[in-house]
């Protein structure tokens, strides 16, 4: 394993080692590059890292390709012809099938709302009933307390 020699130190080597792989691929953004420039200065190990990640990918790219001892063809792919009866009849199924969505979208009709149920009761009924036998518009008094003859009126002591 290429890291086995360079021990991990935190997550912040495992992330320059990351960049370090980046930026050999030009994939490494500006901040990245500042952040791990800065990282490798302190870091012996990634330092080192960084160094030998980048002699080998230098050497791998550099080095000539060699041609092969064994002469091999790589199999050609080979393409599937269907007859031209069973393409229309494919293009015919998928005509039909936009033409009867169209045509289903079109005459879509809205679903009929169900009929109101009955009146529910609740333990509101009676006051709302009330409420709707009130005339809009006017200022309803209510009923005085009924009282005997000669006593003070109701709140007076």
Do not use: Y
Not at 60 to 83: A, D, I, N, S
Not at 115 to 125: E, H, N, V, Y
């Amino acid at each position: 394993m290429a890291g086995a020699d360079f021990p991990l130190e935190n997550r912040r080597c495992e992330r320059a080692r990351q960049w370090s792989s980046l930026r050999l691929d030009g994939e490494l953004s500006e901040l990245e590059g500042a952040l791990l420039e800065k990282h490798v200065e302190i870091c012996d190990s990634c330092a080192a890292f960084d160094e030998r990640l980048t002699a080998t990918a230098i050497s791998l790219r550099t080095t000539p390709l060699e041609p092969p001892r064994v002469r091999f063809q790589v199999p050609q792919r080979t393409t599937v012809r269907f007859p031209a009866s069973r393409r229309l009849a494919v293009a015919a199924i998928a005509a039909a099938l936009a033409l009867g969505s169209l045509v289903g979208s079109l005459l879509h009709r809205p679903a009929a709302t169900p009929a109101p149920l009955g009146p529910q009761i609740s333990l509101l009924t009676r006051d709302v009933i009330q409420l709707r036998q009130i005339p809009r518009g006017k200022h309803i008094i209510p009923p005085a307390p009924a009282r005997d003859p000669g006593e003070p009126p109701e709140g007076i002591i």
